[in-house]
């Protein structure tokens, strides 16, 4: 079974401040993907970025980031010039290829202030 | 992007009652759809996977006799909470994977529905 570790509840930054989340993973197959998720106080789920797990390159979305550790298991994002915008719950999730359940992590309650 | 859109977004209902939440993809098909529900400030657990055609698949815990998934066509999945009690209140969120990129494209969600029941 895959497990998805967020071990940071909460966090906060300074506006325009660079921040990393971490997320750690567990699975014994070797086709998968991961991504990142953000849920802003609307509560509407928008993918925000995603790895494919054969690619060494890590994925880059305008201020997102991730680092991508495929030995260590580690799928951290990396968020630039931080928004207040960005202030939302950002949850790490697993899927393996061929598969199409998603494995949500618990999550990261991202605060940005002024 | 692709849009999953989800109704309604609120919905208060007396205790005892039925409540439907419809979850549409709006420009792809979908023969898979997945049903979630979010207890405040946790992650999303999954409930059941809606199949167009077929049963739905339930997640170990979740009572299909209280949580009735009905996929009658591509486009289109319903999730309705039958004989509603006050624990049944929470966060409803469906997703779905836009056909051509599968599910490793990532998923779609619907905008959710809080379901309060008094």
């Known amino acids: 079974a895959q497990t998805v570790t967020q071990s940071q509840p909460e966090m906060s930054v300074q506006e325009a401040e660079t921040v990393t989340l971490s997320c750690t993973y567990d699975?014994?197959?070797?086709?998968?993907?991961l991504f990142w998720y953000k849920q802003p106080p609307s509560r509407q789920m928008i993918l925000v970025i995603r790895q494919e797990a054969y690619k060494q390159q890590n994925a880059t979305e305008n201020r997102f980031s991730v680092n991508f550790q495929k030995a260590a298991k580690s799928f951290s994002l990396k968020i630039s010039d931080s928004q207040l915008g960005d202030t939302a719950m950002y949850f790490c999730?697993?899927?393996?290829?061929?598969?199409?359940?998603?494995?949500f992590g618990t999550g990261t309650q991202l605060k940005v202030e002024l | 992007g692709a849009v999953v859109s989800q109704h309604p977004s609120r919905v208060i209902c007396k205790s005892g009652t039925s409540v439907k939440i419809e979850c549409r993809s709006l420009d792809f098909q979908a023969t898979t759809m997945f049903w979630y529900r979010q207890f405040p400030k946790q992650s999303l657990m999954l409930m059941a996977t809606?199949?167009?055609?077929?049963?739905?698949?339930?997640e170990q815990g979740v009572e299909k006799d209280k949580f009735l998934i009905n996929h009658a066509s591509l486009t289109l999945s319903t999730l309705t909470v039958t004989s509603a009690h006050p624990e049944d209140s929470s966060f409803y969120i469906c997703?779905?994977?836009?056909?051509?990129?599968?599910?490793?494209?990532?998923?779609?969600f619907g905008q959710g529905t809080r379901l309060t029941v008094v």
């Open positions: 809606s199949n167009e055609g077929s049963k739905a698949t339930y």
């Open positions: 997703s779905a994977y836009p056909g051509t990129g599968g599910s490793e494209a990532g998923a779609f």
């Open positions: 999730a697993f899927i393996t290829g061929g598969g199409n359940k998603l494995t």
């Open positions: 699975t014994s197959e070797s086709n998968y993907y």
